[in-house]
């Protein structure tokens, strides 16, 4: 058996390649720069990771006892550096898509803002502010 593409297929393939390029060069099809680096919210993830996992309604009564809790537990440097990881975060030109994507999954976050009837980008400027209240 020939393992070998036929020039045929070969062309096929690279002109699938240019239009899917095309298609990724597209500024509409651009995911905001939150999306594409996970590595500058460290904090923020293991944050919010850690105690709005999924089952974080069984541990906590509500989401204000879980920012408690992490004011209570964390050391202020990580603090700090979270707020201004939201900062950098709220910056971003996001939809409410966007946010609820790189919440669940970029930052492991299982919170819905609208349960509270409020949007992730109030959420988490509610949460910066709380956490430089406690500083």
């Known amino acids: 058996m020939n393992n070998s593409a036929s020039p045929i297929h070969i062309k096929q393939i690279r002109t699938l390649y240019h ?3 095309k298609i990724e060069a597209c500024p509409h099809n651009k995911k905001p720069d939150a999306l594409m680096k996970t590595d500058q919210y460290a904090n923020l993830s293991r944050l919010l ?3 709005f996992h999924q089952d974080w309604t069984e541990e906590f009564s509500d989401s204000n006892h879980v920012l408690e809790e992490i004011v209570k537990c964390e050391p202020l ?3 700090r550096d979270s707020v201004k990881e939201i900062e950098h975060l ?3 030109p996001m939809t409410e898509t966007d946010y609820s994507e790189i919440m ?3 930052l492991g976050c ?3 803002p609208s349960s509270k009837h409020t949007h992730y980008s109030d ?3 509610k949460m910066a502010i709380y ?3 406690q500083q």
């Open 19 to 21: 239009q899917l390029s």
């Open 49 to 51: 990771g850690c105690y």
């Open 77 to 79: 440097s990580c603090l």
């Open 90 to 92: 709220l910056s971003q």
């Open 104 to 106: 669940t999954t970029t």
């Open 110 to 112: 299982y919170f819905e």
């Open 123 to 125: 959420w988490l400027s």
């Open 131 to 133: 956490f430089t209240s």
